[in-house]
């Protein structure tokens, strides 16, 4: 209304009679006086339509001030311009300074209804008349010819328009124009007055009502904000009621979504690193809440929740999206999607994401800044609440923990009342799962420190109890185990590992801890737990409790350790009391019980030590005669064989031939007498079998009484299921024989001779009584008779070689090889007597576990010694021996090759241009030995046979490597009827290659 009293002072009827006047004037020479009138009358007639469309105009204003919207103001303003102030065509457009365009509003078509230009935008060209009058910005009107001013009514023809600017008082804020095009009647001067008069009311009406709409708007956003705020009061209130900072996350996207006008909302924590967030939940476009805690986002560096991340301030950023096509709007339309940063006083601990992406409507800066404030709101009370819930879990555990050192407590009571070691542990493997709470629980001890563990009990990956006391397994250097153990004190290790199942398979991934079983002074083992089984966290507490529980264990196992030691001493010391009370009842000394005892005591150390000094004497002498074995041997086999070869070269009755004969028997006896040296020093060639000492009983049962006589009784009780031996079976029989002549002669006038076998076992302790006796089972050959006994003084020297009491009769190694058989056949002779109580000799051999072999007996060469053509190799570094075998081997038809050595051996055989069907060699040479000798000239002549001899003892020629399966073996000295025997039995034997 301003605008339009404006405009009527601004043009008063004094200047409108002025114009009458000047327009008299003019026209007084051509027109007469009846035409002025005319003139003047149709001007007062215009004049009264202006002063009407005046007041009109007053009236339209006060109507279109009434307007509820903008575009109501210009509907009723083209509507009412029309009908009230009588303009042909109309049409509002306002201009967008931002885009540089002229936006629509509504217009009169060519039929003269009211069309909807809203949607058209212009571009302005200022060359134009309207752009030329906008670029003025003043209150302005032109007036000018066109045709088809408007795009759309092309087919208008020409005419007339007016354009007049929207003026709001201080800027152009557009233009309004009218035409002819429907009347096509004149615009006058009123008419174009009329329009610049009503353009500026339009104008001064249009900056009131977007005043009046932006100050509505502001009110609306005010209370819409304030309402937001009340309803984050509201939805704070909710939330920190909450029990779980997992349900504040479900609730917070819940009520976020549905409180805050959003469509969809999602909420992310931190991770570890700041490059991955950790997902929490989703309130979707459904309403429905998905479950994102397993998730994990790994954000690229320039992406915008990693600037606001970076930052680390509380905000919120906007990000453009696209919104995809629907079935009701199939263009794509770019919207705002919301990112607040969760902060909970110093740093940003996550982040809100919300749009309305399906709904296609964007985000507010009311939305953005009540989403800044409920990101606020929620990272405070997630904050708060994971305090809460550390307090909280700390106070659980806190509480656990001494329920736990309760149980414990208990669990201590139960396992001290174990029986033993493995009871123990395997109750604490129970105890600790079922009392303690432990998932799986393994307990090792020390095999080798720091080399390997020896498992006990464990709980499997089917949680049922597992034996693993055969298990060993070695220590990792760098394993938990290793670790605990390295600083040999009681320590708890936890560490992320990856389990394998039996097959070796990776079975899964989790966490493992470790605690060392020390026993007060030294690491011992070793308890592990884990949780494979549910893959829960294993707290600091449970680290602790699994701390106390080993170090309580460990002390526990000391302690049962050492109860078992005592109660086995105990029961040793028992065992020794109830002896030594038996004995003292026998002999009715108490009082000199104790005495006795020491003195027991003292004589089994004296005895013992006289057993050890006995046994290296006996080692000694075993160890010099097997030293002067070999060339005795070497001598008595040229002593025997020269003399054999006269008495075949003398009658009988020829002289010489008697003396002959007692150089033969002289040399038998001396043989006779070497191999019971070699027996003593268990130095002899044995030929080992596994045996049954009552089926040698039975051999022997006839022939021992024909030996001991008929004024001795003698007695064979053989055990029932006795086991085998592994021996010599003519050693054997030679044991036997050896210790039924030494009863025979302990009893002249005749007694009893006990012969029994037995099942006999030493435990560690028993076998502690005997010098080399080892713990284990054994054979037990018991001889005994009734004789006299042995003194006392003699009894250190019983089994010396050449000791011997009969003096006119006997060499004194009877009992000497006797000792030595047992010896070198693995196993052990004592004896006990007593004055007028008789003597036993009890002998022990290892027992195995095998069926006895079927013994045969080897015959003994007899007749004229077997002659031969074929071509002998002979290796022997004696002389006077490789002298007499070739001697021999010639005098029987034989073609010898002599060699004092293996290299000569080799030289010979490469000029030899024959065939060599037999190697007779010795075992032990300067240089090649008889072995390396036999197997060159097998890689050079595979057809030919060896024949190994030698007067060394057997671990010479076990070293030399020629005593194995198959191997012909003659052990000087050896007679020639033997050796050419040996010699015609090899080479019509096939070649072994």
């Given at each position: 209304m301003v605008a339009f009293f404006a405009a009527a002072d601004k043009y008063p009827p004094s200047h409108n009679l002025g114009l009458i006047r000047m327009s008299t004037d003019q026209t007084r020479s051509r027109f007469d006086t009846t035409k002025i009138k005319?003139?003047?009358?149709?001007?007062?007639?215009?004049?009264?339509?202006?002063?009407?469309q005046l007041t009109e105009l007053f009236a339209v204003s006060n109507e279109l001030a009434k307007a509820a919207s903008l575009d109501d103001l210009c509907r009723q303003a083209i509507e009412l311009g029309r009908s009230q102030l009588g303009f042909d065509r109309m049409g509002i457009w306002f201009l967008d300074e931002d885009t540089e365009e002229f936006v629509g509003t509504f217009s009169t078509d060519r039929s003269g209804r009211i069309r909807d230009d809203r949607q058209l935008r212009h571009p302005v060209d200022t060359s134009s008349t309207v752009g030329g009058l906008i670029s003025k910005n003043m209150l302005a009107m032109r007036r000018q010819e066109v045709t088809a001013p408007d795009p759309q009514d092309e087919n208008l023809g020409p005419g007339t328009r007016a354009v007049a600017t929207l003026w709001d008082g201080a800027n152009v804020i557009g233009f309004v124009t009218t035409d002819n095009f429907l009347k096509h009647e004149p615009i006058t001067d009123r008419q174009a007055e009329l329009l610049l008069l009503y353009a500026s009311i339009i104008g001064q009406l249009c900056m009131h009502k977007r005043t009046e709409l932006e100050l509505r708007e502001w009110a609306n956003v005010e209370q819409e904000f304030h309402a937001k705020l009340r309803t984050l009061q509201t939805l704070s209130n909710e939330l920190s009621k909450v029990a779980t900072l997992d349900d504040l996350c479900r609730q917070a996207v819940v009520l976020g979504r549905s409180h805050l006008g959003f469509e969809w909302m999602e909420m992310w924590f931190v991770a570890d690193t700041p490059d991955m967030l950790r997902g929490a939940f989703t309130a979707n476009a459904k309403g429905e809440v998905v479950d994102r805690r397993a998730e994990n986002l790994s954000l690229d560096p320039d992406s915008l929740i990693r600037q606001i991340i970076r930052e680390n301030k509380p905000q919120t950023r906007t990000q453009e999206l696209r919104a995809p096509a629907t079935d009701e709007d199939e263009t794509e339309v770019m919207i705002s999607r919301a990112l607040a940063a969760l902060w909970d006083g110093e740093k940003v601990t996550g982040c809100l994401v919300a749009d309305n992406l399906l709904a296609r409507q964007p985000i507010t800066e009311v939305q953005c800044e009540v989403l800044s404030l409920y990101?606020?709101?929620?990272?405070?009370?997630?904050?708060l609440k994971r305090a809460e819930e550390q307090l909280s879990q700390r106070a659980n555990e806190e509480r656990a923990f001494q329920q736990k050192l309760r149980?414990?407590?208990?669990?201590?009571?139960?396992?001290?009342l174990a029986?033993?070691?493995d009871d123990l542990f395997r109750r604490a493997v129970e105890l600790g799962r079922t009392a303690l709470g432990f998932e799986r629980l393994a307990v090792w001890l020390v095999e080798q420190p720091g080399a390997s563990l020896r498992g006990t009990f464990a709980i499997d990956e089917q949680d049922r109890l597992r034996d693993d006391r055969t298990v060993v397994q070695p220590i990792q250097p760098d394993s938990q185990q290793a670790e605990a153990m390295a600083q040999n004190a009681p320590a708890v290790i936890q560490r992320e590992v990856k389990f394998r199942g039996p097959d070796g398979k990776i079975a899964g991934y989790g966490l493992r801890v470790v605690a060392a079983l020390s026993d007060g002074e030294k690491i011992v083992g070793c308890v592990s737990t884990d949780n494979l089984l549910s893959h829960q966290p294993i707290t600091s507490r449970q680290s602790e409790l699994l701390g106390v529980f080993a170090a309580t264990l460990g002390h526990l196992y000391s302690l049962k350790r050492a109860q078992e030691a005592l109660s086995k001493a105990h029961d040793d010391l028992e065992r020794r009391v109830e002896q030594r009370t038996a004995q003292l009842t026998r002999a009715n000394v108490e009082l000199k019980h104790e005495i006795g005892e020491r003195q027991r005591a003292e004589d089994g150390r004296r005895e013992l030590a006289d057993q050890l000094r006995h046994a290296q004497k006996m080692e000694a002498v075993g160890r010099l005669a097997g030293g002067i074995a070999h060339d005795f041997n070497n001598l008595l086999m040229v002593i025997r064989g020269y003399a054999d070869m006269a008495l075949e070269d003398l009658k009988p009755g020829q002289p010489l031939q008697r003396e002959v004969s007692e150089i033969q028997k002289a040399t038998d006896r001396a043989g006779t007498l070497i191999r019971q040296l070699l027996a003593f020093g268990r130095k002899q060639v044995l030929k080992p079998k596994v045996l049954d000492l009552n089926a040698i009983l039975t051999t022997m049962s006839k022939m021992l009484p024909r030996l001991i006589g008929e004024h001795v009784e003698l007695v064979i009780r053989p055990g029932d299921s006795i086991g085998s031996v592994k021996a010599d079976p003519a050693q054997i029989e030679q044991v036997i024989m050896n210790l039924a002549l030494n009863a025979r002669d302990a009893m002249p006038g005749g007694g009893k001779l006990t012969i029994e076998t037995s099942n006999t076992d030493f435990d560690a302790e028993s076998a502690k009584r005997y010098v080399g006796l080892h713990p284990g089972p054994y054979v037990l050959l018991s001889v005994s008779d009734t004789g006299g006994g042995i003194a006392e003084e003699i009894r250190p020297h019983v089994f010396e070689p050449f000791f011997t009491t009969q003096v006119d009769k006997g060499s004194g190694l009877g009992l000497a090889s006797v000792y030595g058989i047992v010896k070198q056949s693995g196993g052990h002779i004592w004896f006990s007597s007593a004055p007028g109580q008789g003597t036993t000799f009890n002998v022990y051999l290892p027992r195995i576990p095998r069926a006895a072999e079927t013994v045969h007996g080897a015959p003994e060469p007899a007749g004229k010694s077997p002659r031969g053509s074929e071509t002998i190799l002979l290796a022997e570094d004696g002389d006077d021996v490789r002298e007499l075998v070739t001697q021999v081997l010639k005098t029987n038809g034989y073609t010898v090759l002599a060699a004092n050595c293996g290299a000569e051996a080799l030289a010979l055989a490469d000029k030899h241009r024959g065939r060599i069907h037999l190697l007779l060699t010795d075992v032990v040479m300067p240089g090649i030995s008889g072995g390396q000798l036999a197997e060159q000239l097998r890689a050079k002549r595979p057809d030919i046979h060896v024949?190994?001899?030698s007067g060394y003892t057997d671990d010479a020629?076990?070293?030399?490597?020629?005593?194995?399966?198959g191997t012909t073996f003659?052990?000087?000295?050896?007679s020639p009827q033997t050796l050419t025997h040996k010699v015609r039995e090899v080479l019509d034997a096939p070649a072994k290659h």
């Open positions: 005319i003139l003047y009358r149709e001007h007062e007639r215009a004049e009264d339509r202006f002063r009407a990101a606020a709101a929620v990272g405070h009370l997630c904050s149980a414990l407590n208990t669990v201590s009571n139960e396992l001290s029986a033993t070691v024949i190994y001899m020629i076990v070293h030399h490597g020629v005593l194995n399966s003659l052990q000087k000295p050896v």
